[in-house]
């Protein structure tokens, strides 16, 4: 089954220092990856996306995300972090051997960034 | 400006009562999504349509959910007799279509509290 994980519910870092929000993944398949924001009362955004090729993926504000095919990970990175940052955070997977339509998302991190 | 546009944008009604869910997507998105997102929770999916294909209903948690879209225009998500386990935002994406590398673009999602 295809599925993603994110561990942490909540990560806390004060501005101005790097963050990291985690995320692993099963799949059969090739894995397609998404990350998604979320700010509240609102629908989700898109960040960045791992298809193929370059591990390192750079995206929207900043953000960037390291694709580990032996680690099964694809966690989201930004060096600085801004208060601006704090919101919810989703990883996602697109199903790419048995059903195309769906997207798998994880349960979401809570990102806090304290001035 | 031209993203997903969902209404209404909150709704409360009463147990048992019937409620009718909004979407209008992107111009020109043939792949329109319906998800689920429960108080701090991450997204369920419920349905998917791709242009005039069958859409894919795997996600429906019961047969009192039904959606329509026509062609690849606006998509209505219909929840007859209402349960309070039907509360949560009710999110609508569309894509431009199910290539591989397609984000999806959220609404701003229609919240539903059953009294």
Redesign the interface.
């Known amino acids: 089954a295809q599925s993603v994980a994110q561990p942490e519910d909540q990560v806390n870092v004060a501005e101005g220092n790097p963050l990291t929000v985690k995320c692993t993944y099963s799949v059969s398949g090739n894995p397609?990856l998404?990350w998604?924001v979320q700010y509240p009362?609102?629908?989700?955004?898109?960040l960045l996306?791992y298809?193929t090729g370059d591990n390192l993926v750079k995206g929207s504000y900043g953000f960037e995300a390291e694709f580990n095919k032996s680690q099964t990970s694809f966690h989201l990175k930004k060096p600085s972090a801004l208060v601006s940052d704090s919101a919810l955070y989703?990883c996602a997977v697109?199903d790419?051997l048995y059903?195309?339509?769906?997207?798998?998302?994880?349960?979401?991190t809570k990102l806090n960034v304290k001035p | 400006g031209a993203g997903v546009s969902q209404s209404p944008s909150n709704k409360v009604t009463e147990k048992g009562k019937d409620v009718e869910l909004r979407c209008d997507p992107i111009s020109g998105h043939t792949a329109l999504y319906w998800y689920r997102q429960r108080l701090g929770q991450g997204l369920e999916f419920l349905i998917y349509f791709q242009g005039n294909s069958a859409p894919d209903k795997s996600g429906l948690p019961s047969d009192r959910f039904s959606a329509e879209r026509t062609g690849e225009s606006v998509s209505t998500l219909t929840i007859q007799r209402t349960q309070q386990e039907d509360s949560a935002v009710y999110l609508c994406a569309s894509s431009l279509d199910t290539g591989r590398n397609q984000p999806q673009h959220f609404g701003d999602g229609t919240r539903l509290s059953i009294l």
């Open positions: 397609y998404f998604y009362n609102r629908g989700l955004q898109f996306k298809i989703f697109r790419s059903n195309f339509n769906k997207f798998y998302f994880g349960s979401g």
